[in-house]
C-alpha cells in the first residue's frame, strides 16, 4: 500500500516542482567566479559556464559561442614574475605589506586567452594565460592547457598535447 501511494505522490509532485529544481539548480550549479580587475571578460552566446573559475588579473578571456564547461575548470590568466630566484614583490627594498604581489610581479596585461565557438572544456582543465583554443576543440579532463590549441583538436594529459581530431569522432 505504501509502495503505491510513494508512487502516486513521486508522480504528483514530480512536475510542479520540476521547474522550482531547475531555478535552484541554477544557482548552485552555474555559478562561476570571476577575480581580478585587469582585464574583461567576453562569453558568446549559449555558453555553458557551470561552476568556471576566471582569473581576470593578467588579461582579459574570450570565449566563443555554443562552447560549453564542466565542472571546476579555472581559466587563469594571472601571472607571478620571478627575480633571481624568488616571487618579485619579496624583495626586501619594496617593503610591502601585502601578499598578492602587487604590480611588480603581476603584470596587467599581455596574458589573454581566446576559447573558440563549439568547443567543450571538461572537468577540472586548468588553461593558463596566454593560450589560443581553437574552434570545435575538445579538452578532456583534467588537462593543463599551456599553448595553442588549433581547431578540431582532441587534446589531453599535463601539458594537454594533441590526442585527435574532433572531425573524427563517433
Known amino acids: 500500500m505504501m509502495n ?4 502516486w505522490l513521486k508522480l504528483r509532485l514530480r512536475s510542479p516542482l520540476r521547474p522550482l529544481i531547475r531555478i535552484l539548480m541554477f544557482y548552485i550549479y552555474d ?3 570571476i577575480m581580478g580587475d585587469c582585464g574583461e571578460l567576453h562569453v558568446g552566446k549559449r555558453c555553458g559556464l557551470a ?3 576566471f582569473n581576470l588579473s593578467s588579461g582579459s578571456i574570450f570565449i ?3 562552447t560549453i564547461f ?3 575548470v579555472m581559466v587563469i590568466t594571472g601571472r607571478h614574475i620571478f627575480k633571481n630566484g624568488q616571487r618579485a614583490s619579496l624583495d626586501p627594498k619594496l617593503e610591502r605589506k601585502n601578499i598578492g604581489g602587487g604590480p611588480e610581479e603581476v603584470p596587467a596585461s599581455g596574458y589573454d586567452i581566446h576559447i573558440g565557438s563549439g568547443s567543450w572544456i571538461a572537468a577540472g582543465v586548468v588553461i593558463s594565460g596566454g593560450v589560443r583554443i581553437g574552434d570545435n ?3 578532456a ?3 593543463v592547457v599551456t599553448k595553442d590549441i588549433p581547431d578540431y583538436s582532441f587534446v589531453g594529459g599535463v601539458p594537454a598535447k594533441i590526442l585527435g ?3 573524427n569522432m563517433g
Open 70 to 72: 564542466s565542472n571546476n
Open 51 to 53: 561552476n568556471t573559475i
Open 4 to 7: 503505491n501511494f510513494g508512487l
Open 165 to 167: 581530431d574532433t572531425r
Open 64 to 66: 566563443g559561442d555554443n
Open 137 to 139: 576543440v575538445i579538452v
Open 141 to 143: 579532463a583534467n588537462s
Open 31 to 33: 555559478t562561476t567566479y
